[in-house]
């Protein structure tokens, strides 16, 4: 059975900085696309930023150069580092898992609120 289990999540003036961490169990993690998708009410679910068992990193326009994606494969974890948090940030971060660039599971998700 897949879990996958985020955590970071919490209230942060703008400006400020969020660290989510994403562990997962039952799958075979270093084989695994991960990514992370946010949902803010309203408004449509959008993938945020992925990465490849490689290593291969996309990000949305809307947080490159803010938002860092990375993955310890020993710890069966990817994390999204978010930095200059803006108040348009604020959503419900999902994990998943990314097969051929479509989400498969999908972990419970995360509030950020970014208070301006």
């Known amino acids: 059975q897949v879990h996958l289990v985020e955590s970071g999540g919490g209230l942060v003036q703008a400006g400020g900085s969020l660290r989510l961490s994403c562990t997962a169990s039952?799958?075979?993690?270093?084989?695994?696309?991960m990514g992370w998708y946010r949902q803010a009410p309203g408004k449509q679910r959008e993938l945020v930023a992925a990465?490849?068992?490689?290593?291969?990193?996309n990000y949305a326009d809307s947080v490159e150069g803010r938002f860092t994606i990375s993955r310890d494969n020993a710890k069966n974890t990817v994390y999204l580092q978010m930095d200059s948090l803006k108040p348009e940030d604020t959503a419900m971060y999902y994990c998943?898992?990314?097969?051929?660039?479509?989400?498969?599971?999908w972990g419970q998700g995360t509030q950020v609120t970014v208070s301006s």
């Open positions: 039952g799958i075979i993690f270093r084989i695994k696309g």
């Open positions: 998943t898992t990314m097969t051929g660039g479509r989400p498969g599971y």
């Open positions: 990465i490849t068992p490689g290593g291969t990193i």
